[in-house]
């Protein structure tokens, strides 16, 4: 895959990110959606595709950066499997929960 075969908002994306090399150069998604005068959802969602192509973006808490070893890589990895469990954490307690929990909950004794 070659830059130019991006569309331009991904491009905007890639260049902007490679100035962010290095976990201690992470920069704020908010910060990174302005400055490409997107809603940080696009952002989110550009990159969710950039990771489908095999861009190696990583995200922790201080933001998005691009990993220049295998330490910074796997720090990016741990926040994506610890987002995941949570989501999957919700997903359990939301299929599992009874539809009348919220009566139950103010039922008095």
Same mark, same amino acid.
């Given at each position: 895959?070659?830059?130019?075969? +991006?569309?331009?908002?991904?491009? &905007?994306?890639?260049?902007? *990110?490679?100035?962010?090399?290095?976990?201690?150069?992470? @920069?704020?998604? #908010?910060?990174?959606?302005?400055? *490409?005068?997107?809603?940080?959802?696009?952002?989110?969602? #550009?990159?969710?595709? +950039?990771?489908?192509?095999?861009?190696?973006?990583?995200?922790?808490? !201080?933001?998005?950066?691009?990993? @220049? &070893?295998?330490?910074?890589?796997?720090?990016?990895?741990?926040?994506?499997? #610890?987002?995941?469990?949570?989501? !999957? !954490? $919700? @997903?359990?307690?939301?299929?599992? $929960?009874? *539809?009348?929990?919220?009566?139950? *909950?103010?039922?008095?004794?």
């Amino acid at each position: 895959m070659k830059l130019s075969d +991006l569309q331009k908002l991904d491009q &905007n994306i890639i260049k902007f *990110l490679s100035e962010h090399r290095g976990i201690d150069r992470a @920069v704020k998604g #908010r910060i990174l959606a302005q400055s *490409l005068n997107i809603d940080f959802r696009t952002l989110q969602s #550009r990159i969710e595709y +950039l990771h489908k192509q095999g861009c190696a973006i990583g995200s922790i808490d !201080n933001g998005y950066f691009i990993p @220049v &070893n295998e330490y910074e890589r796997r720090a990016g990895i741990i926040k994506k499997q #610890r987002t995941g469990i949570a989501i !999957n !954490n $919700a @997903v359990n307690g939301y299929t599992l $929960a009874e *539809l009348d929990w919220i009566d139950k *909950l103010f039922e008095e004794d």
